[in-house]
């Protein structure tokens, strides 16, 4: 299945020609916790009183300062800035940020940066919208990606999620607003663009970024549709 993700990465690469505009926007203002938590709204854990969060002056990326979150349950936990950013379609954001675990992490335990998707109704469309995963145990890490906001979203909220036993800690974290795709478009770029091989034949709408793909061994025909609502891997309004 292509996913939003996936479909925003083509029309970024379609308009990578394209000068960024120049107004970047840093949405977190405690992104390296020198401030200490501020900004940042409470570990929940799906386990009760399986996780604690502190600041850390013993570790860091760079500074004096990162967040330091120990989970000892098998299931998931979350940490969210407590701001929601007002958004516009077409949107280009930028995550970034720097993870590290402790040796003997399990292989399958993650941590993912993300942001969740909001409707004009105050629904939630998507909690992990924009992910970047690291798994297991590592070093200083970067996470990294960019994704376009889609049609019906008028509010995103910074996540970081985790799933596992893991003794994980946090620096660095960065939400930046890079501009609107709109303002981006290269003059005389078509509405529609046409990418195919022997098999395949994929219609992209570089507006909207939806995909139209042809099996062209089949005939088959598929059609990008809105992704639908999904339960939260870490809210527990959900639980």
Not at 74 to 79: A, E, I, K, P, V
Not at 87 to 92: C, E, K, R, S, Y
Not at 181 to 208: C, Y
């Amino acid at each position: 299945m292509i996913t939003r993700v996936v479909i925003s990465a083509i029309v970024i690469l379609l308009l990578g020609a394209c000068p960024v505009l120049s107004h970047a926007q840093q949405v977190i203002s405690n992104p390296g916790f020198e401030d200490g938590l501020t900004g940042w709204g409470q570990l929940w854990t799906r386990e009760a009183n399986a996780g604690t969060r502190s600041v850390s002056k013993a570790e860091n990326h760079s500074g004096s300062s990162s967040a330091e979150i120990e989970h000892t349950g098998t299931s998931d936990w979350s940490m969210d800035w407590e701001q929601k950013v007002d958004v516009t379609p077409g949107d280009l954001f930028e995550l970034g940020g720097w993870a590290r675990t402790k040796a003997g992490t399990p292989k399958r335990s993650s941590v993912i940066l993300c942001v969740s998707t909001w409707t004009a109704q105050g629904k939630t469309q998507e909690w992990l919208y924009g992910a970047s995963h690291l798994r297991g145990e590592f070093d200083w890490k970067a996470f990294h990606s960019r994704f376009i906001i889609p049609e019906g979203i008028v509010r995103i909220q910074l996540r970081i999620v985790g799933e596992g036993p893991s003794h994980t800690w946090l620096d660095d974290i960065s939400l930046v607003k890079k501009g609107n795709v709109a303002d981006m478009r290269r003059k005389g770029i078509p509405e529609k663009m046409t990418l195919e091989n022997t098999s395949l034949s994929v219609v992209i709408n570089t507006h909207d970024a939806a995909l139209q793909v042809t099996d062209k061994r089949t005939g088959q025909l598929w059609k990008q549709q809105a992704v639908p609502g999904e339960a939260d891997p870490g809210n527990p309004a959900d639980v």
